[in-house]
């Protein structure tokens, strides 16, 4: 990745990043026990096992790398990028999840969990390097969002490089989309009918059944995945990020929860941090992740946190496909879901290999309960 061409924060912090995203070959053991921290310190944590397990060891590896070890930030955005150039499950990163023009679009944040500051990009175009932009966001200005063909123009002024963003294979994915009919596809109360027709489209009138209708259809979407890390320091810091390439056959301009503070990811070093995935169209109206460490904040457990901030999505919204990750400032962590079998990576202290944890998926509570009592203005 290239880094900003710009005055750079730290030589280490900008050496540590540069090492780890040409090469994570090299290790080192995790003797983070100083100063009364936990043993597991450092730590790194993240949604999905599979092939997202190599974001969890590139971040790892970074923060026990003996000769220049890497700051949580750092460790974020390493394994972020690894997860963006290895196209993590094509939901990551280019060439995954074509728009309804056959475009890929990048979101992309990440959070300081010392000073609460964020640094983010929605719908980012003809950029690879989303964590890094996001990351740059952060680092050179005073602003913690920036979008579409605005944040491709600060980030080619800040040294990144603009290239097509579609593959072979996206574009073969889209081109199989429209001679299936555009289905499925995120159109509501619009002609000709989405069902059937590619459009283009126009809106209809609106009246109380429409309303009631968009509720019902909001059930249960196309799932997609993203990547959520939160990484606690050696030193006991913490910062968390997210990545992702949004939802399949979006609409043009979509931004879903991956950017949004408190929604893709969230992390206070005073109390824990959390990442998330799944229907990022609803999760954002709940504030997931932010209601997961609120909830640490009164006590919860992190497996009672995640459970806790699934299940108030779940009350609304009872297909929801969702997934939570919560570890608190020790290191003690947990998940839930919904909708899937949702998992998790981490890794810490010395522990030789990331290890995965699976998690059933919750059981919506209230189930009495109809969405068509759900309030049309939800």
């Given at each position: 990745?290239?880094?900003?061409?710009?005055?750079?924060?730290?030589?280490?912090?900008?050496?540590?990043?540069?090492?780890?995203?040409?090469?994570?070959?090299?290790?080192?053991?995790?003797?983070?026990?100083?100063?009364?921290?936990?043993?597991?310190?450092?730590?790194?944590?993240?949604?999905?096992?599979?092939?997202?397990?190599?974001?969890?060891?590139?971040?790892y590896l970074s923060l026990v790398n003996s000769s220049q070890p890497a700051s949580a930030?750092?460790?974020?955005?390493?394994?972020?990028?690894?997860?963006?150039?290895?196209?993590?499950?094509?939901?990551?990163?280019?060439?995954?999840s074509p728009d309804e023009n056959c475009e890929t679009t990048l979101d992309a944040m990440?959070?300081?969990?010392?000073?609460?500051?964020?640094?983010?990009?929605?719908?980012?175009?003809?950029?690879?390097?989303?964590?890094?932009?996001?990351?740059?966001?952060?680092?050179?200005?005073?602003?913690?969002?920036?979008?579409?063909?605005?944040?491709?123009?600060?980030?080619?002024?800040?040294?990144?490089?603009?290239?097509?963003?579609?593959?072979?294979?996206?574009?073969?994915?889209?081109?199989?989309?429209?001679?299936?009919?555009?289905?499925?596809?995120?159109?509501?109360?619009?002609?000709?009918?989405?069902?059937?027709?590619?459009?283009?489209?126009?809106?209809?009138?609106?009246?109380?059944?429409?309303?009631?209708?968009?509720?019902?259809?909001?059930?249960?979407?196309?799932?997609?995945?993203?990547?959520?890390?939160?990484?606690?320091?050696?030193?006991?810091?913490?910062?968390?990020?997210?990545?992702?390439?949004?939802?399949?056959?979006?609409?043009?301009?979509?931004?879903?929860?991956?950017?949004?503070?408190?929604?893709?990811?969230?992390?206070?070093?005073?109390?824990?941090?959390?990442?998330?995935?799944?229907?990022?169209?609803?999760?954002?109206?709940?504030?997931?992740?932010?209601?997961?460490?609120?909830?640490?904040?009164?006590?919860?457990?992190?497996?009672?946190?995640?459970?806790?901030?699934?299940?108030?999505?779940?009350?609304?919204?009872?297909?929801?496909?969702?997934?939570?990750?919560?570890?608190?400032?020790?290191?003690?962590?947990?998940?839930?879901?919904?909708?899937?079998?949702?998992?998790?990576?981490?890794?810490?202290?010395?522990?030789?290999?990331?290890?995965?944890?699976?998690?059933?998926?919750?059981?919506?509570?209230?189930?009495?309960?109809?969405?068509?009592?759900?309030?049309?203005?939800?």
């Amino acid at each position: 990745m290239k880094r900003p061409a710009v005055a750079q924060p730290t030589i280490s912090a900008c050496a540590a990043v540069a090492l780890f995203l040409t090469t994570i070959t090299s290790s080192a053991s995790a003797s983070a026990t100083g100063n009364g921290k936990p043993s597991n310190f450092p730590f790194v944590i993240n949604t999905w096992g599979g092939a997202f397990t190599a974001a969890t060891d590139a971040a790892y590896l970074s923060l026990v790398n003996s000769s220049q070890p890497a700051s949580a930030l750092d460790a974020v955005e390493i394994g972020c990028a690894t997860c963006e150039r290895n196209q993590c499950d094509t939901t990551v990163g280019f060439g995954g999840s074509p728009d309804e023009n056959c475009e890929t679009t990048l979101d992309a944040m990440i959070m300081d969990g010392t000073t609460m500051k964020t640094g983010a990009v929605a719908g980012m175009r003809r950029i690879k390097d989303a964590i890094g932009v996001a990351r740059a966001v952060l680092l050179y200005t005073r602003h913690s969002l920036l979008v579409g063909d605005l944040a491709t123009e600060f980030a080619v002024a800040n040294g990144f490089r603009e290239q097509d963003l579609s593959t072979e294979e996206s574009t073969a994915k889209c081109s199989e989309w429209k001679r299936g009919g555009c289905r499925p596809n995120y159109r509501l109360n619009v002609s000709p009918d989405p069902d059937t027709s590619c459009g283009p489209y126009t809106p209809l009138p609106l009246n109380g059944l429409n309303l009631k209708m968009t509720v019902e259809e909001d059930q249960g979407g196309a799932s997609h995945d993203t990547i959520s890390m939160v990484v606690i320091h050696s030193s006991g810091e913490m910062a968390a990020g997210t990545s992702t390439n949004g939802a399949s056959h979006k609409v043009p301009g979509r931004v879903g929860d991956g950017p949004i503070v408190g929604s893709g990811s969230y992390v206070d070093g005073d109390v824990g941090g959390c990442g998330a995935t799944g229907d990022g169209d609803i999760m954002m109206r709940f504030l997931p992740c932010y209601q997961a460490v609120e909830n640490l904040r009164r006590g919860m457990t992190p497996t009672e946190a995640a459970e806790d901030a699934v299940h108030r999505m779940v009350r609304k919204y009872p297909n929801i496909s969702s997934g939570i990750v919560v570890v608190d400032k020790n290191g003690e962590h947990g998940g839930a879901g919904s909708g899937w079998t949702f998992t998790y990576s981490y890794r810490g202290g010395d522990m030789g290999a990331t290890e995965v944890v699976t998690v059933p998926p919750v059981t919506a509570p209230d189930t009495h309960r109809s969405v068509h009592t759900i309030p049309d203005d939800i």
